[in-house]
């Protein structure tokens, strides 16, 4: 097992016997890559461990597309999908995307939400009404994210050879971020094209790298981000088949609509060049704490609501796309020493975080990008560990800072500062491993830093559950519905709800009070009956919580023995909940005996 960079000679050549034809014969070690172990003789993957991996991976996910929350038990439903199914909705009443309203992605997305959104409607009425949209647009990005987990072994193959392509595209198949990015986003639609015009531009194929990175592009504005690799690294005849394939597929996808009605297409450009900063350092300095608001779907048919912002910008905004520029032409001045392949890779990551870095917003599907780039370039332990700690405060900022404790704005700012310190850390990796040179006492730094990571990783653990108790018992962060109910209660008196799912998000804030469940499950209705007959005797009024989201029968079986045990003094609503306040009859004859 030979390791890069293991000797003091950072220039030394290493020559690999050829008992193997795939293997490559020469490998420049680079003090870039120190941790990479390249491909030796005493290593051997076969082709079938990866067709294995391939095959598990699209398995598990064909199965949680299905059988999976999207959101788990944190968030009620997928975060778009519900979003991405109006535009279809939109359709059936002939108002389609560029053509009658603005969009903030470019066009070809939207185009095929709609037409799967078409073919969902063919098919009989699901349990749920999102069903068969969901596993649709699931599927759809399944096959994008099967293809980018063959481009990520494909790359990291030309890298470092088979046995650490398969090590980047395990590491990659069990990460937790692409999986739920494509159960809730389409950014797996968008990362394929960008690691498809990175594998062409591995491969010199100049014209297709071109076509890739327009039409990514016109899905969405990441795979780009290749270009300035392209440019830099190809000759002129490579530069310019680069530039004027990926215009032709721009202009290709484009000219519809501008002959259309060009109103729209330049509408949603200029929203996306005109859009406030949101969830960056940048959104923090501007004092907005919030995620990337937008106008309201049925508002777009409006051209001047493209402009919108949710916030005033108060920062030099091209004196920081200036810096972002003078960034990158300093990282390019100088051409690489180490092998093209591992330079136009490095070259496109590093680009990729310094965008992340100086643009003006970030959301959590963003992560997906740089991850996958992490685990072709350092398909090692340290690798991992950013891409843990980086899905770990992403998934602290959404769901659980937007969701739950969006007024701590501490929160975010530990997240943001802590990602944009692991992108300028990977910026920095990735710039050394271009000039193949090693950050000067960077592997010991990082060594030292993996125990106090792994403290703060489980600190930040206790102290999230810590945070939820205490945001919960917080009386102006308690829900209305417990509020107006914890006015109306006196003490000792029965609080009757409907559901399962209303008596668990009531519980917690009524452990003194006698919180009775009214669903049924294995009990008869006698069996009820009697006990909520003990539960209300001698008492002075019973509230009843009803659950309009649960069973009907269930609820018309209570207000019927409730009807029978008093009369209604008080009837209020918070959304689907419903509290009505019973005091007894005058004169009651006896308990209820039937509802």
Known sequence: MLYFAGRK?????RIIPDENPARRSVLNEDAGTRNVVVDGPGQRTTTGDWRLLLVLFVLFRIMALVFLRPGGYLLTDSVDFPFYRQIGEFSLSGYYPYLHYWFEYPPVFPWVVVGLYRLSVLLPPPVQDLFWFQVFVSSFLLACETGSLVLVHRLSRELWGEAQAFRSALIYASLFAPLFTMLNWFDSFALFFLLLATWLIVRRRYWLAGLASGIGFMVKIFPIIVAPAALRYFKNRGRLAFAVAAATAMLAVALPFVVFD???IL??????????SWETVWALLENYFSFGA???LSDRFNVDAAVWSSHPATLPWPIIDLAFLLSCVLVFIKRPTIPFPRAAVAAVALTLNLFLIFSKGYSPQFLVYPLALLVVLRPDGWGVAYATVLTAANLVEFPVYIDYFPE??????????????????????????????????????ERQLALPSAILLGGGVVLGAALLLQHSAQPDQQPAVVRYVRSQVAPSEVLLVSSRDAFYRLQPYFRDEPLVLGEWSDESEDALRQRLNAASAGKSQVLLILDHNGN?????????????WGIVQSDSWFDSLEVVKYVPHLAPSSTPSSP
């Open 9 to 13: 000679n950072a220039r030394e050549k």
């Open 262 to 264: 060009s109103r729209w």
């Open 267 to 276: 509408a949603s450009f200029r929203g996306m060049i005109a859009r406030s």
């Open 294 to 296: 937008m106008p309201s």
């Open 408 to 445: 701590q704005h501490w929160i975010l700012w530990s997240t943001v500062l802590l990602r944009t310190l692991i992108f300028g850390m990977l910026s920095l990796d990735y710039a050394m491993m271009l000039l193949n040179r090693a950050v000067p006492h960077w592997r010991p730094i």
């Open 552 to 564: 009907e029968a269930i609820t018309y079986w209570l207000l019927r023995w409730c009807n029978r």
